[in-house]
C-alpha cells in the first residue's frame, strides 16, 4: 500500500468516527453564514428530530431559512448576541424557543463560534444546537412552586423560617416582624430589630452547643436535621449566646 493510499484511508476512518460522534449526539451539529437568515451550510440528522424538518429543507435557504423557525419575537435578541460574540470573539450560548414542522414550541440550548481565518476574518459559524424543552418546562414549575410557596408563608399569621447545614438562619416569613411590631409597637424600633437578632442567634446557638443537653422535638417534614423550640426558648438561647449572664421579664419581651 503506497503512503498515498495510507493517508486516503486513515483520512475515510477519521470521517467515519466524527460522522458517528455526531450522529450520536442528543442534538445536532451546523455550520450556517453569518447572516440575517443564518444560512445553513451544514446540518446533522438530529434536527429532523428535533425541528421536523429535514436539513436539507435549511440548506442554502432551499425550503425556509432557520430565522424562520425561531419564535419572531426571539429573533432580535439571538442576532444581538450573536453580533457580540462575533465582535468579542468569544463563544455564543443562549435558549430560544422554535417552532417545529408540527407547530409544537421547543425551547432549545444552542452553544456556537465563529470560525475566522489567518488574516482574522469571519468565514462562517459552527455550533451544536439541542432540545432543552423539558429542563426549560421544569425550571418553569419549580419557579411557580416557590412562588406559591412565598405568597403562603408571607401571608400567614404563623412565623416559619429555614437555615442551612450550618444553621444560619436563610429565610424568615415577614410575620415575625409584623407579630413582635404588633405586640410592642410602642417600643424604639431597635428593640425589636435587636430581639430579632436574639431570635434567630438563639436558634443558632441552641442547635450548635445546647443539642445533646436539652431534647426538642425534631421535624421530619424537609428532611434533614431540624429543631423546633419557641420563641421563649430562642431568645433565652440568644441571651446564652451573647454572654448574658442574667435577663428578666416578659415573655417574648425584646431586649
Sequence with gaps: ITQRKQIELALLESERQLSSLIENLPGFVYRCRYDENWTILYLSSQCKTI?????????????LTFNDII???FQPEVFKKWETAVRDKRMFEMEYPVLTAGGEKKWLWERGTGVYNDAGELLFLEGYIEDVTEKVKAEAELRESEEKY?????????????????????????????????????????IVKNA??????????????LLETF????????????????????????????????????PITPW
Design 150 to 190: 412565598r405568597h403562603i408563608t408571607e401571608n400567614i399569621s404563623d412565623v416559619i423560617w429555614t437555615a442551612d447545614l450550618n444553621f444560619k438562619t436563610t429565610y424568615v416569613t415577614p410575620s415575625i416582624e409584623k407579630l413582635i411590631g404588633e405586640r410592642f409597637g410602642g417600643k424604639d424600633p431597635n
Design 196 to 209: 430579632l437578632v436574639a431570635f434567630h442567634a438563639g436558634y443558632a446557638y441552641d442547635v450548635g452547643n
Design 71 to 73: 419564535v419572531k419575537e
Design 215 to 250: 431534647r426538642f422535638a425534631e421535624s421530619p417534614a424537609r428532611g434533614g436535621h431540624q429543631v423546633v423550640m419557641n420563641g421563649n426558648e430562642a431568645l433565652g438561647y440568644g441571651f446564652i449566646a451573647a454572654g448574658v449572664r442574667f435577663g428578666a421579664g416578659y
Design 51 to 63: 425541528t421536523g424538518y429535514d436539513p436539507d429543507d435549511f440548506i442554502l435557504n432551499h425550503s
